[in-house]
């Protein structure tokens, strides 16, 4: 069993397959004598397919984290993705039927490449979605300094030397703005994970990057500690830059 998070945003019923495949950008030549040979180069992007059943109806199968929504406000929201170049989190959350979480999730940065949305026709009423998926990278733009510098030796001569220095690096990719949340009355640290990354598996990264803030508001609300974590205090700001990247 699992589940699938688009954007954060649960999908109510989860693909019945999922392709996922590697290009490369190997090349050949031929040399004399030797005859045809590879140019081995760096793996390509993950390219993810699968197709989304968006019910109109509420079928007992499927997830309704945040209430039941119709058909086309998936639709709206894939288009919209689509329409604004935005660069997202595919989270597929694997499970036993016992409820056990697995060890295997799939977290990838993706673009939505290409959206084909058909009407179902197993009742006329529900829509499918066919997405490819495309991993994303970032990247950056480098800026460097030359520098010349000239010496003579005890016997006159001189030499030059020219030194290269990095002196600051820009992500040219769209870099992503520094991002914080605000605790509310009843969060827990698995559950800040959940809504914020699409699964649990980063309360602990959370913790270590805010242990500060959380501990100090635990001392200012009476306790000794907050018990790693288990204790959390509305209002406390936490830093969540850099976390499920």
Request: charge should be positive.
């Amino acid at each position: 069993m699992y589940k699938i998070y688009l954007n954060k945003i649960l999908f109510p019923i989860a693909p019945s397959e999922i392709k996922q495949s590697v290009g490369n950008k190997n090349s050949t030549i031929t040399l004399i004598n030797e005859g045809e040979v590879n140019l081995l180069k760096s793996a390509g992007l993950k390219t993810v397919k699968f197709k989304l059943l968006l019910p109109s109806l509420i079928y007992p199968f499927a997830k309704y984290k945040d209430g039941f929504k119709p058909a086309m406000y998936y639709v709206n929201l894939l288009e919209k993705w689509k329409r604004e170049k935005t660069v997202f989190v595919l989270a597929l959350n694997r499970s036993t039927y016992g409820g056990t979480q697995s060890n295997e999730n799939l977290r990838l940065k993706v673009t939505l490449e290409e959206l084909h949305v058909t009407e179902s026709t197993a009742n006329g009423i529900d829509m499918e979605a066919d997405l490819t998926l495309k991993e994303y990278r970032t990247f950056a733009t480098k800026a460097f300094k030359v520098s010349k510098t000239t010496t003579t030796n005890s016997q006159g001569d001189k030499s030059n030397k020219t030194t290269v220095q990095e002196t600051k690096t820009r992500d040219a990719s769209g870099k992503d703005k520094a991002k914080s949340y605000t605790i509310k009355s009843g969060d827990t640290l698995p559950s800040i994970s959940q809504t914020q990354f699409g699964n649990t598996g980063y309360a602990s990264e959370i913790y270590q990057k805010n242990r500060t803030v959380i501990e100090d508001a635990a001392v200012k609300n009476g306790r000794a500690s907050s018990l790693n974590g288990t204790y959390l205090y509305a209002g406390t700001v936490l830093d969540l830059t850099g976390i499920g990247g």
